[in-house]
């Protein structure tokens, strides 16, 4: 256990695979509900956040293995880790959020600024064109 009480593997993960805390609570959402598939739409009336976002966050959680995606008849998303390592990875963080949400925030906002950067991007306001 670190210093932080966030298991080493655990901050290796966040620091491999979680880019924001909104990535996360998307994670966590399906990991909550495993058999459930959730739409883009889904997500963003649960979390109240932007559909491009969530759209981005999903597709790239699918594309690292956390996420199963299906096209029939439209797009969704549903908790299926490629390997059991990257499961036991995912759980650690669940349980390392639930008792350390503090600790798990500032490691994810103690990354690089580039990842960040994106994440803020995602809000910039733009000017009809």
Do not use: W
């Not at 959730?38 to 997500?43: H, L, N, W």
């Amino acid at each position: 256990m670190s210093d932080s009480g966030i298991p080493p593997d655990v901050k290796q993960f966040i620091a491999d695979h979680i880019d924001s805390v909104l990535q996360l609570e998307i994670l966590l959402l399906l990991l909550n509900h495993p058999q459930q598939e959730f739409s883009v739409e889904d997500i963003v009336t649960e979390l109240r956040v932007d559909v491009g976002f969530v759209r981005e966050q999903l597709d790239n959680l699918c594309a690292r293995g956390m996420l199963t995606c299906t096209n029939d008849p439209r797009k969704m998303y549903r908790y299926g880790p490629r390997s059991p390592e990257t499961n036991r990875a995912i759980e650690g963080l669940r349980t390392a959020y639930a008792d350390r949400r503090v600790s798990v925030i500032s490691l994810i906002f103690a990354k690089p600024v580039d990842k960040l950067r994106s994440f803020a991007d995602a809000f910039k306001l733009r000017r009809d064109s």
